[in-house]
T-cell receptor, first 113, second 114 residues
């Protein structure tokens, strides 16, 4: 079993603050995907990182894949109430024939106005 | 923008009954998946499907579960005899290019077994 641990589990901050969410594993992944999930809905992809050390930016969101491809982080600058949601990381192991994803438990982010 | 759709959005059934959850993947995708999420827990892989056969299944996907692509558009998950512990959100996902490609998730079917 390939485990992905996300931290923190819950994060409650004020609008305008910065935050970082972490996704860690002892396993190597061929790629790692970050999703955002709203209550009662399916995960919506934010970004996929593939190369060790890769950094991707999506407006105020910055995603980094660790050099060893075992961990990743999501940094949000100047958080807004619209950023509120459940952030999930999911790793894919190239050894899996069809891209089975292993999900973390998620970080529930609440941004207060 | 193309999207994965799932029906029904909610299903309530009695323990021991059969349920069929339906998914319409994105039209040009070839790789299909089912995941489930028990309330408060992580999203878990059930099965992957390609070229009309199961490619990989998890330990959750026992003999009570089956998948089918009965025509060119639908992808179904059948649970033969539901158990209380099958209550969960079931998500279908599809992907155009296999490993490393983005998996697009449907909105889910909330299954409640009484």
């Amino acid at each position: 079993t390939q485990l992905l641990e996300q931290s923190p589990q819950f994060l409650s901050i004020q609008e305008g603050e910065n935050l970082t969410v972490y996704c860690n594993s002892s396993s190597v992944f061929s790629s790692l995907q970050w999703y955002r999930q709203e209550p009662g809905e399916g995960p919506v992809l934010l970004v996929t990182v593939v190369t060790g050390g890769e950094v991707k930016k999506l407006k105020r969101l910055t995603f980094q894949f660790g050099d060893a491809r075992k961990d990743s982080s999501l940094h949000i600058t100047a958080a807004q109430p619209g950023d509120t949601g459940l952030y999930l990381c999911a790793g894919e192991n190239r050894g899996s024939t069809l891209g089975r994803l292993y999900f973390g438990r998620g970080t529930q982010l609440t941004v207060w106005p | 923008e193309p999207e994965v759709t799932q029906t029904p959005s909610h299903q309530v059934t009695q323990m021991g009954q059969e349920v069929i959850l339906r998914c319409v993947p994105i039209s040009n995708h070839l790789y299909f998946y089912w995941y489930r999420q028990i309330l408060g827990q992580k999203v878990e892989f059930l099965v992957s499907f390609y070229n009309n056969e199961i490619s990989e299944k998890s330990e959750i996907f026992d003999d009570q579960f089956s998948v089918e692509r009965p025509d060119g558009s639908n992808f179904t998950l059948k649970i033969r005899s539901t158990k209380l512990e099958d209550s969960a959100m079931y998500f279908c996902a599809s992907c155009g290019g296999g490993p490393g490609e983005t998996q697009y998730f449907g909105p889910g079917t909330r299954l409640l077994v009484l």
